[in-house]
C-alpha cells in the first residue's frame, strides 16, 4: 500500500533554514507528481509547492515563492523541501502527498506529517 | 491566490443530506475540472473523496457526490452517518498554476 513517510520537522529560530524529507514506498514513484501542504495549528490546508514525476518542473504558492524549494530523487524515492529564511508564520505540520497521476492538481494520499515550530 | 469560500460550519441529523458548498472564481473552480474534495476528521492526515469535480475514489461511499454549476462547487453527503463528522475542505487548480483550498467546513452529525 501507498507510504508517505515524513522527517526532519522540529524547533528552528527565524531567519534559519530547515529541510523536510519524504520517504514514499508502494507505488512507482518516478510515475507520479507530488505536492506539499501544510496546517497551521488549528488552521485550514494551505498548499506550499508540486513537483511533477519528472522533477522537471516545479510550482510554488506565492507565499515561500524564493524561500522554499521542492526536489525529488526518484532513484531513491524521496521527495524533500528545502526551507530558507524561516519564519513565524512558516510554523505548520506539513505533509508530503502523492498526486493522482504524473501531473496531477489533486492529492490522492497524504502522509502523518511533521511538525514545524518556528520560535526564537 | 484568495482561498476558496466555504462556509464555516454545517450540521445534519443521521440519515438526513448535507451540502457543502465551495466559491471561486473564474480563474479557478469555473475554469477548470479540476475540483477536489477531503475529509479530515480530528486529528488525522486528510483524505480525498472527490477528485475532478465528481469522481470517487475507490473505497469512498456513493453517499458523497460533487458537482459544480459555475464557480461554484458541492459536495453532498446523503444518509448522514456519525463518522462522517470531520472537516471538509475543497481545492481548485488556478491560472496561476497554483493549487488553492477552501478554509474548510466542520460537519457535526447532531
Known amino acids: 500500500q501507498v507510504q508517505l513517510v515524513e522527517s526532519g520537522g522540529g524547533v528552528v529560530q527565524p531567519g534559519r533554514s530547515l529541510r523536510l524529507s519524504c520517504a514514499a514506498s508502494?507505488?512507482?514513484?518516478?510515475?507520479?507528481?507530488m505536492h506539499w501542504v501544510r496546517q497551521a495549528p488549528g488552521k485550514g490546508l494551505e498548499w506550499v509547492a508540486a513537483?511533477?514525476?519528472?522533477?522537471?518542473?516545479?510550482y510554488y504558492a506565492d507565499s515561500v515563492k524564493g524561500r522554499f524549494t521542492i526536489s525529488r530523487d526518484n532513484s531513491n524515492n524521496m521527495l524533500y523541501l528545502e526551507m530558507n529564511s524561516l519564519r513565524a508564520d512558516d510554523t505548520a505540520v506539513f505533509y508530503c502527498?502523492?498526486?493522482?497521476?504524473?501531473?496531477?492538481?489533486?492529492?490522492?494520499?497524504w502522509g502523518q506529517g511533521t511538525l514545524v515550530t518556528v520560535s526564537s | 491566490q484568495s482561498a476558496l469560500t466555504q462556509p464555516p460550519s454545517v450540521s445534519g441529523s443521521p440519515g438526513q443530506s448535507v451540502t457543502i458548498s465551495c466559491t471561486g472564481t473564474?480563474?479557478?473552480?469555473?475554469?477548470?475540472?479540476?475540483v477536489s474534495w477531503y475529509q479530515q476528521p480530528p486529528g488525522t492526515a486528510p483524505k480525498v473523496i472527490i477528485y475532478e469535480v465528481r469522481n470517487r475514489p475507490s473505497g469512498v461511499p456513493d453517499r458523497f457526490s460533487g458537482s459544480r454549476s459555475g464557480s461554484t462547487a458541492s459536495l453532498t453527503i446523503s444518509g448522514l452517518q456519525a463518522e462522517d463528522e470531520a472537516d471538509y475542505y475543497c481545492?481548485?487548480?488556478?491560472?496561476?498554476?497554483?493549487?488553492?483550498f477552501g478554509g474548510g467546513t466542520k460537519l457535526t452529525v447532531l
Open positions: 502527498a502523492r498526486g493522482g497521476y504524473s501531473s496531477s492538481w489533486y492529492v490522492a494520499y
Open positions: 473564474s480563474s479557478d473552480v469555473d475554469m477548470y475540472n479540476r
Open positions: 513537483i511533477w514525476f519528472d522533477g522537471g518542473t516545479k
Open positions: 508502494g507505488f512507482t514513484f518516478s510515475d507520479y507528481g
Open positions: 481545492s481548485s487548480y488556478t491560472s496561476s498554476n497554483t493549487l488553492v
